[in-house]
């Protein structure tokens, strides 16, 4: 019988989810869809308690991802941590919530280096931040948070072991072998959340942005001899956690990074 697996969302017609899981239904002979479901954020109720049980697993994305936990059955630690849920499967008849977003910044981030002992400073401290930071931690990076709101990183300190900083004018570029840029400064303009004077060599760039890919927090980065990393990354890593939670197989990031290049 056909498997059938969604993304909700709303609105819903940007997602790649379904692009990305096709590649791999495809690659593993898996007979089975990939729908985009709109669900207003009134109907995520009703959408849980009787849509939900006709299918093997759901993606869950923007406005849903702090909504969902009153409904599902349980949650793992990530998904408790990150205060977010992206990703719904069933287990023994009940419906868990985890995240693939903070593995899927790791994984990425992994493709240059190992994070164990690394000094990283992220930027920003919102939802995606707080995927990034839960990752970072389990790593055992030391992290360094900054954002323009202070308030919201106080509260971070409260929640996670982070260095808080309140300017980055006090802090010497050198201090950090990554720096990540979980903020949507950059999203469809030329704007760095980062002085261009900042970057070094030494430096790894992660931007979450993904549009444009190459993002001028990045080009500033390269520009001063810097690695970089493009937020497609991060999406190409979170689906194949997903994918491995679904169907218990590894899939080659590869083959969802050129799908998500398709269209
Ligand atoms: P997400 O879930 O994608 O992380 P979010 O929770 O709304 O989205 O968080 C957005 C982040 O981008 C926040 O850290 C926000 O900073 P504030 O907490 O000060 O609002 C940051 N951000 C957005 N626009 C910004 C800008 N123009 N300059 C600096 N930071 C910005």
């Known amino acids: 019988m056909t498997k059938r697996f969604a993304v909700i969302g709303h609105p819903i017609e940007h997602s790649r989810s379904p692009q990305l899981h096709e590649a791999g239904f495809s690659e593993f002979n898996i007979d089975a869809t990939f729908e985009k479901i709109d669900v207003a954020p009134e109907e995520l109720k009703d959408f849980i308690e009787h849509e939900a049980q006709h299918f093997m697993g759901i993606a869950v994305t923007v ?26 499967f069933w287990k023994d ?44 931690k389990k790593a055992q990076a030391k992290v360094f948070v900054y954002n323009r709101t202070y308030s919201k990183v106080e509260a971070l300190f409260n929640e996670f072991d982070i260095i808080p900083l309140n300017s980055l004018q006090t802090c010497s570029p050198e ?11 950059g999203l469809k303009s030329f704007k760095s959340i980062l002085p261009e004077d900042f970057w070094r060599p030494t430096h790894i760039g992660f931007d979450i942005v993904y549009d444009p890919l190459y993002t001028k927090f990045l080009e500033d980065c390269e520009n001063a001899g810097g690695q970089v990393i493009t937020g497609d990354k991060m999406l190409v890593h979170q689906a194949a956690a997903q994918f491995k939670l679904w ?14 290049f398709s269209e």
């Open 247 to 260: 169907h218990e197989k590894d899939i080659e990031p590869e083959i969802l990074e050129a799908a998500f």
């Open 175 to 185: 201090e950090f072998d990554v720096i990540i840029n979980s903020t949507s400064v």
């Open 93 to 136: 008849g009940k419906l868990h919530g985890t995240n693939t977003d903070g593995i899927g910044a790791l994984r990425a981030l992994e493709t240059l280096t190992t994070m164990e002992e690394k000094n990283v400073l992220v930027l920003g401290a919102g939802g995606a931040a707080r995927s990034i930071i839960y990752a970072l």
């Open 63 to 88: 406005p849903h991802k702090e909504m969902v936990f009153p409904y599902v059955d349980n949650v793992t630690e990530a998904a408790e941590h990150i205060g977010a849920v992206n990703t719904l």
